[in-house]
């Protein structure tokens, strides 16, 4: 699928296995991700489906970092957590919100089979093992929205690999290349840690 990659990602990278501010920084990366897909959907349909994406991509980050352990490039980790929230869309019939169309969630899941088959992750069931014990808050499905077929928001024709759209524009294959002297304090929610009087020197 088609993705951006800047300076942010890979200090959230680098801030996510971090003592302390990787905590913040996940809280805020699950707000933010909630808010984007929200504003995809009819505004109606946000505060019933708030809950239940709050509590999806706060399981995703544990998926990212598993994904990262495993040697995946920081572009496929991050596709894998948003593979795993298509699966999602599509179950709940959110067709509105998903990133590529239903026809290509069998080659997306074919492409990190090894990684998800590890874990128990499929279509049916994104989370897989990483599912939280107390479960995810249940939000109402719209299939009607799915039988149309109308997938507003998604680009097809990038299911064979991750590409990613640097900061200057350049569409690259699988990513870039993780730049030597990155700054975590420019992760998403680190401010809010500095602020909050915790440790300011994992945030250096």
Avoid: C
């Amino acid at each position: 699928m088609k993705l951006r990659q800047n300076v942010r990602h890979w200090a959230a990278k680098r801030a996510l296995t971090t003592p302390v501010v990787g905590d913040y920084v996940n809280d805020k990366l699950v707000d933010m991700h909630t808010e984007i897909f929200l504003k995809k959907a009819d505004e109606e349909r946000h505060e019933e489906r708030r809950d239940h994406l709050d509590d999806f991509f706060d399981a995703t980050m544990e998926t990212y970092v598993a994904a990262l352990e495993a040697g995946y490039p920081e572009a496929e980790a991050r596709e894998i957590t948003h593979i795993q929230a298509n699966f999602d869309f599509f179950n709940h019939g959110w067709a509105e919100m998903m990133e590529f169309p239903a026809d290509e969630l069998e080659e997306h899941y074919r492409r990190y089979e090894r990684f998800f088959s590890r874990y128990g992750i499929t279509i049916d069931d994104p989370l897989g093992e990483f599912r939280p014990v107390d479960g995810v808050a249940d939000a109402p499905v719209t299939p009607d929205r799915m039988a149309d077929g109308e997938f507003e928001n998604a680009v097809a024709g990038f299911a064979d690999d991750a590409y990613v759209e640097s900061p200057d524009g350049e569409l690259l294959v699988g990513g870039g290349e993780e730049p030597e002297d990155v700054d975590v304090s420019a992760a998403p929610g680190v401010e809010e840690a500095d602020m909050d009087g915790e440790d300011e020197a994992t945030a250096d």
